[in-house]
């Protein structure tokens, strides 16, 4: 069974910074392209960042770019988003999302 668990939200003031975590369970992790995608309260999905198999090639969405940093350990199964310089447009609930799923998501809520 394919699990993806996210943690490490929470509350920040704007500037603020979390990381947020994905444990992957019932799948070949270290095989797989991962996303992270954000909804935020009344819109759409919105795809935040890619990062490949192996972790060396990245992607970001311009509304993040320079501010979060995706990484992964395979080693871990863990997929990881650093999110530095929050902003209050950066509230959403998080989600970790592979291939094979989407875990329940983990709330990030910027606010003073």
């Known amino acids: 069974e394919v699990q993806l668990v996210e943690s490490g939200g929470g509350l920040v003031q704007p500037g603020g910074s979390l990381r947020l975590s994905c444990a992957a369970s019932?799948?070949?992790?270290?095989?797989?392209?991962m996303s992270w995608v954000r909804q935020a309260p009344g819109k759409g999905l919105e795809w935040v960042s890619n990062?490949?198999?192996?972790?060396?090639?990245?992607s970001y969405a311009e509304s993040v770019r320079g501010r979060f940093t995706i990484s992964r350990d395979n080693a871990l199964n863990t997929l990881y988003l650093q999110m530095n310089s929050l902003k209050p447009e950066d509230t959403a609930v998080y989600y970790c999302?592979?291939?094979?799923?989407r875990g329940q998501g983990t709330q990030v809520t910027v606010s003073s």
């Open positions: 999302q592979s291939p094979k799923g």
């Open positions: 019932g799948f070949i992790f270290s095989s797989m392209y």
């Open positions: 990062i490949n198999s192996g972790g060396s090639i990245t």
